[in-house]
């Protein structure tokens, strides 16, 4: 009897589910229809609504229906693509990962094929859609096995997106460098980066309808055995589905579709995380939408109203020949930046700060080699960073430059080299020291202002300042860099504060706040000046170019100040990074400390990037370093990781100067180069 | 382990520090000054700074293209070019003449390589970031002339002629190089009028694909090319606005349905393929616009600098009476 009754109610159920994801689908696909509808009768031809009817119904002039047929209606389908493509294959691989961060951004994927497409185009290789296509493939398989293995499946959240934010980062630095040194080979490569949907007729869409559907169809098959999955490696294993095998089957499917939507329209940012998100309070209330097979193409469908309302939204706003410069992909990573900060504060933090990480504590002798050790590299790669460059001096010559009794041509090359070499040493001792006092207030070994969107938006700040006023002044640049840090500092640490600083919550807000300042700064550039690649590149990549001594002065003003309350504070530094409570009984104000801190390392990372532009990683590697040399008592630290960001940025600044001279490469690039590795053996040490 | 590494690195820049030592050049008390003083010459450049030379200059460094051009075109030859090879790529109307060094991009050139060029002059334009000519004036006096203006391309290109062969002693040689471009328009006219386009509307372009989107950049009425197709006599077919120094817009292949019959023209280059004759061929929006079913599609030949100066607008004026009267 009983059995019975659990039957018929196990049929009641499953009808109410099947109802319940049959209204959800239809809501969804109305709602695209409605968009659709709008979207094609949007462009810069004047074709309205009423000529998109005509046309439809078959009796419009020749040229307004080849518009509907060449151009309206295939960005519209690829709009519906790219955002089923990527909706479900962030669905997937999040149900895959047990991890809700996990889709084609977040685990480098875009990064990936981005790099392949930029070798394939500096090579002079021209290929078909398809074999371009596959190259994207393959890079971004590849860009994503790396960051799965070394995340962990189903392990910590927050590892696999720090994992693929930074080799995405690394990554993204090296086709930037090949960008800005095959300029003609890699022409609309960075265009294509920002992601668009527009299309040139039915062709791509034609050839990449197919690679979709296969690997739609294929999750569908795999669908259940991901369902079986969720129950956990075991419990799968004890039903018969081979664990692995599920795994790598749906992750090459995943970037299949990924690689097919960053062909067709270059890197939409964002749909792939938002989308699955967006499906799963839904399937609080309706029960059906939890089984894969029915949850991820739903998702699909969220993806592409997220895609079309992007597009629909951005050409309704701006003019529709500014439309045509205004990337859809830029669109969707703002909104989708917005998005990760409230999933962010909604999501349930269980990792509380973690327990330090036990270090050998070195003595003091260790501490005095090291120490001086590094200030003579520094001192060494100071004066080769002087002597070094497009015109090779020599010691004499620098002597004579002090004195004011150079030559004429020493004088010149020494005047402007020095300040560079000036900007980059502050920048990186400033940078430095911002990641020390912000990794000890979180007591978050990885974060960073840049990683924490700081850094950004100093950039943005700075960025819409030169692109409005006429030849701001150093300080001028300074402040409106202070203004924007300021801003996503106070959004990021405050939205964190919330339930003390919690490790995950603070990261993802920073990874969503520094996406969206990166792609806002894009944005600020293409409207202000469409056909300068290099001007984007040079501020998103960090620069010491063209600086001059009164530009370094804010920086050094900061680095003077912040070392000094660093110092001054070295106890109160300790025992803020020790624990909650142990500050609170020595009676220490833990707030008041904190704040005072944070707004120090706001300050120095603003002036640094008004220095030298927003150059990634160096906040993070030098404290880190510093405490893997001489042990976390700031006393120490702060002098080693000083002398470290120091080095780090001028080596970064001196190969950027002088591997293409004259041409000249961002010290945040080869910052970047060389971080992004060292981050990850960060993430590959802490893997306990 | 560690000891030993850094024990390593502290001897080693030790060492690589004594190898450093001596001068490249002699201190400016060894030099003696010896400048003899010629004539002086005072000009006032586009942004209105005074710039003094002590006699016509003859080792000059230019970091834009147009005037690059110019100098070549005015019998100087340039001892610094930004981008050497994109030059001689997109600029064949004057070839650089002598052994330029190369300072580097356009949008950066190397401050360092300027310096030890010693130039007496640096031309540049008003693209050039204020802080890089703020230290190239330490270098050299700076001539900072107009990149483009929507309001007189022609006007502007001609002022910037004008100063250069002031600094460099060549008023001459720009009578001549004027003279030469106004024939040319003249002869360019003539030439269209009798062919019955006296009027003719014209839509001047380049494009470019990424990822399956053709852009196509217009050369509207308020850019060089437009200014100088007026010229000619033709009208200008874009109803798009250009920005204000260099007139381009850009716009897709919808934005074109609304030119009507006109005479279109587009710049392309074999090393970034053909826009218009290859991804874009195909494309129904394309093939059912009027002009290019009526055959009146023209690709300019490779090498004329579509911002460049009298020499460049000389040839581009060539090849389109070619291109229109064929």
Known sequence: ???????????????????????????????????????????????????????????????????????????????????????????????????????????????????????????????????????????????????????????????????????????????????????????????????????????????????????????????????????????????????????????????????????????????????????????????????????????????????????????????????????????????????????????????SADAPDRLRIPGRRAFVVTVVALAAVLVGVLLAAVLLGDSKLLLGDVVNWAQGRAGRVVTFVLDTRVPRVTAALLAGGALALSGTLVQAVTRNPLAEPGILGVSGGAGLGAVLLVTTAQAPGSWEIAGAAFGGAAVTATLVFGLAARGGFRQNRLVLLGFGVSSAAAALISLVIVLSDPFDTTKALTWLSGSTYGRTMPDVVPVAVVLAVGVVVAVTRRRELDLVALDEDTPRLLGLGLPRARLGFLVTSVLLAATAVSAAGTIAFVGLVAPHAARALVGRRHVRVVPVALLLGGLLVCLADLAGRTVIAPAQLGAGLMTAVIGAPYFVYLLVRTRR | MRRHLLATATVAVAALSLAACGTTEPSSDDAAASKKPAGKITLTDAKGTKVTLDGPATKVVATEWNVVEDLVALGVAPVGVADVKGYTAWNTAAPLTGDPKDIGTRGEPSIDTVAALAPDLVVATTDLAPAVVKQLRKVAPVLELTAADGADQIGSMTESVDLIAKATGKETEAEALKKDFEASLADGKKALEDAGLGGAEIASADGYEASNQVSIRAYTGTSLLGAVNEKLGLKNAWKVKGDASYGLATTDVEGLTGLGDVQFTYVANDADGDTFTGPLAKNAVWKSLPFVKDGNVHRLPDGVWMFGGPRSMEAYIDSLVDALTK
């Open chain 1, 1 to 351: 009897m009983a059995v019975i009754d659990k039957t018929a109610v196990g049929r009641d159920r499953t009808a109410a589910a099947t109802t319940g994801a049959v209204a959800v689908t239809a809501t969804l696909v109305l709602l695209i229809a409605a968009l659709a509808a709008v979207d094609i009768t949007q462009g810069t031809a004047d074709v309205g609504a009423s000529q998109v009817w005509n046309a439809l119904t078959g009796n419009a002039e020749a040229g307004d229906a080849s518009v509907v047929i060449a151009s309206r209606l295939p960005r519209m389908v690829a709009a519906v693509l790219v955002g089923v493509a990527l909706g479900m294959a962030g669905a997937a691989l999040q149900a895959v990962s047990r991890n809700v961060l996990a889709a084609p951004d977040t685990l480098a994927v875009n990064a990936g094929s981005y790099l392949a497409l930029g070798v394939l185009a500096v090579t002079g290789t021209s290929l078909p859609l398809l074999a371009s296509s596959g190259a994207a493939f393959v890079g971004g398989l590849a860009a994503a096995a790396v960051v799965l293995g070394l995340s962990g499946l189903g392990k910590g959240t927050v590892r696999l997106v720090l994992a693929g934010t930074a080799l995405a980062l690394g990554l993204n630095a090296v086709t930037d460098a090949l960008l800005l040194l095959f300029p003609q080979q890699t022409e609309g490569l960075y265009r294509w980066n920002q992601g668009s949907v527009g299309q040139n007729g039915f062709d791509g869409v034609v050839q990449m309808a197919p690679v979709v559907a296969v690997g739609l169809v294929g999750l569908l098959l795999v669908a259940r055995r991901v369902d079986a999955l969720a129950l956990g490696d075991d419990a799968a294993q004890g039903l018969g589905v081979s664990v692995r095998g599920t795994r790598v089957t749906t992750v090459v499917l995943a970037t299949l579709l990924s690689a097919a939507a960053v062909t067709l329209a270059g890197p939409i940012g964002f749909v792939g995380l938002c989308a699955p998100a967006l499906v799963r309070p839904l399937t609080r209330r309706f029960r059906g939408l939890v089984r894969s097979r029915v949850g991820m193409p739903v998702a699909g469908l969220v993806g592409a109203a997220l895609v079309l309302l992007s597009d629909v939204a951005l050409r309704a706003i701006v003019p529709a020949d500014t439309a045509v410069e205004v990337p859809t992909g830029v669109v969707t990573t703002v909104v989708g930046g917005v998005f990760l900060v409230v999933m962010a504060l909604r999501t349930r933090d269980t990792a």
